[in-house]
C-alpha cells in the first residue's frame, strides 16, 4: 500500500493540527503509526493504531494526540494539540499488516510502507 502524509504546516504554540495519512489501498487489516523526525535528531515512534482503537502514544505526546482511522476512507488521522515548539518535526505515517503485540508496533524496522512525509512546525 501507498501512504501520502498531509496536513503539515507553521501554528503557534498551543495550536493544533490534524495530520492525514492518505493509503492507496485498504488498511483494514494493518497497523497504522506516526513518526516524526525532529531537525537534526533520529526518528522517533509517535503513536500507533491497530485494529479499530487500540493505541499507543509516546510518552512525550500522551494526552495531547489523538490517533484515530478510518478505514471505510482508507485513512488514518493525528489530531494535535496544546502543541509545543519540540513537536517540530517532519511526521510520517507507515503500516504494516503483520500482526503482533502492541509493544512491536513501536519499532519503525516491523513497517513496510511509509509515507513521504509532512512537515510541521511550532513557533515559540
Known amino acids: 500500500v501507498q501512504l501520502q502524509a498531509s496536513g503539515g504546516g507553521l501554528v503557534q504554540a498551543g495550536g493544533s493540527l490534524r495530520l492525514t495519512c492518505a493509503a492507496s489501498?485498504?488498511?483494514?487489516?494493518?497497523?497504522m503509526g506516526w513518526y516524526r523526525q525532529p531537525p537534526g535528531k533520529q526518528r522517533e515512534f509517535v503513536a500507533v493504531v491497530v485494529g479499530k482503537t487500540v493505541a499507543n502514544y509516546a510518552a512525550s505526546v500522551k494526552g495531547r494526540f489523538t490517533i484515530s482511522r478510518d478505514n471505510d476512507k482508507n485513512a488514518v488521522y493525528l489530531q494535535m494539540d496544546s502543541l509545543k515548539p519540540e513537536d517540530t518535526a517532519v511526521y510520517y505515517c507507515a503500516a504494516d499488516s503483520t500482526p503482533g503485540p502492541l509493544s512491536t508496533w513501536q519499532d519503525s524496522n516491523r513497517y513496510d510502507s511509509w509515507g513521504q512525509g509532512t512537515l510541521v512546525t511550532v513557533s515559540s
Open positions: 489501498g485498504s488498511i483494514s487489516n494493518t497497523g
